[in-house]
T-cell receptor
Framework: GENVEQHPSTLSVQEGDSAVIKCTYS??????FPWYKQELGKRPQLIID?????GEKKDQRIAVTLNKTAKHFSLHITETQPEDSAVYFC?????????????FGTGTRLQVTL | DGGITQSPKYLFRKEGQNVTLSCEQN?????MYWYRQDPGQGLRLIYY???????QKGDIAEGYSVSREKKESFPLTVTSAQKNPTAFYLC????????????FGQGTRLTVV
């Protein structure tokens, strides 16, 4: 099955700096890669996703890049703000016959300091 | 208020007892999932269901059971066979085969005493 590795596990940046979180996946058949943000005590929420037919996607200060050959994808947050502080999870979809499931990375705790 | 609802928010159980966690959605989603969240281990898939009356084991299904008798409901039973059941449990749903956004419930924190 799919295995997703995520790095770093913790990341501290100053307000206004950029943050980059990287993930690798093992199953070359995976073709959907979402990123979720989980604030303290709250549910994970989708912030951006990318499909394998696209190399990059941007949404305001957030961007995701995908390298299918190397099997890795990254989240880029520019001009970080204190409200960006949260745990971020990457995921990859793993098709098994007619079913599909999302496999998550272990998460990155981002701390944006003033 | 549309969405996915988990209950209860906090649950305490004595060792050796089975307990059932509720998950209901009114989003008309076909797919539903149960994840377990432990510190430093991310979200691990317990069971998932793509359609009513059908479900598949995830990566850590041992000691858990589910049912999917209705499209809206996907309850998870934590049995006494689960060796380390204390955790935060998250239910999610998506419109179809995971190629669309998964919406999460607020979670149930289960503590075995």
């Amino acid at each position: 099955g799919e295995n997703v590795e995520q790095h770093p596990s913790t990341l501290s940046v100053q307000e206004g700096d950029s943050a980059v979180i990287k993930c690798t996946y093992s199953d070359s058949a995976s073709n959907y890669f979402p990123w979720y943000k989980q604030e303290l005590g709250k549910r994970p929420q989708l912030i951006i996703d990318i499909r394998s037919n696209v190399g990059e996607k941007k949404d305001q200060r957030i961007a995701v890049t995908l390298n299918k050959t190397a099997k890795h994808f990254s989240l880029h947050i520019t001009e970080t703000q204190p409200e960006d502080s949260a745990v971020y999870f990457c995921a990859a979809s793993d098709r098994t016959g007619t079913a599909s499931k999302l496999t998550f990375g272990t998460g990155t705790r981002l701390q944006v300091t003033l | 208020d549309g969405g996915i609802t988990q209950s209860p928010k906090y649950l305490f159980r004595k060792e050796g007892q089975n307990v059932t966690l509720s998950c209901e959605q009114n989003l008309n989603h076909d797919a539903m999932y149960w994840y377990r969240q432990d510190p430093g281990q991310g979200l691990r898939l317990i069971y998932y269901s793509q359609i009513v009356n059908d479900f598949q084991k995830g990566d850590i299904a041992e000691g858990y059971s589910v049912s999917r008798e209705k499209k809206e409901s996907f309850p998870l039973t934590v049995t006494s066979a689960q060796k380390n059941p204390t955790a935060f449990y998250l239910c999610a749903s998506s419109r179809d085969r995971v190629y669309t956004e998964a919406f999460f419930g607020q979670g149930t924190r289960l503590t075995v005493v």
